[in-house]
């Protein structure tokens, strides 16, 4: 199993980026998909999750401008930025709870894509 992201890059303050992120491999079932954040000197933190039934859960410094979604059907995460800072400036990092055989989960990372905020 596999996660591949892409959409990263850099923005200008107040731009927006999409990012996706699809998994692909033997995969039976995908739980909960989410993306991570880690910036320079700081730790990994959680940005957005949402689960296979469509319930978000977002950090209090993103709520608002940013949005997840999934297709399942694809087996991919989105995250849309909106009104981006200087302070998203990080790398973001895809995860999701996978099973490729029935009630065996593991988590997952994709390799990370980097968002630059900056004029």
């Known amino acids: 199993v596999q996660l591949q992201a892409s959409g990263g890059g850099l923005v200008q303050p107040g731009g927006s980026l999409r990012l996706s992120c699809a998994a692909t491999g033997s995969i039976f079932s995908v739980n909960t998909m989410g993306w991570y954040r880690q910036a320079p000197g700081n730790k990994r933190e959680l940005v957005a999750q949402?689960?296979?039934?469509?319930?978000?859960n977002y950090a209090d410094s993103v709520k608002g401008r940013f949005t997840i979604s999934r297709d399942n059907a694809k087996n991919t995460v989105y995250l849309q930025m909106n009104s981006l800072k200087p302070e998203d400036t990080a790398v973001y990092y895809c995860n999701a709870r996978i099973s490729s055989v029935p009630t065996s989960w593991s988590p997952y990372w994709g390799q990370g894509t980097q968002v630059t905020v900056s004029s």
């Open positions: 949402i689960t296979s039934g469509g319930s978000t």
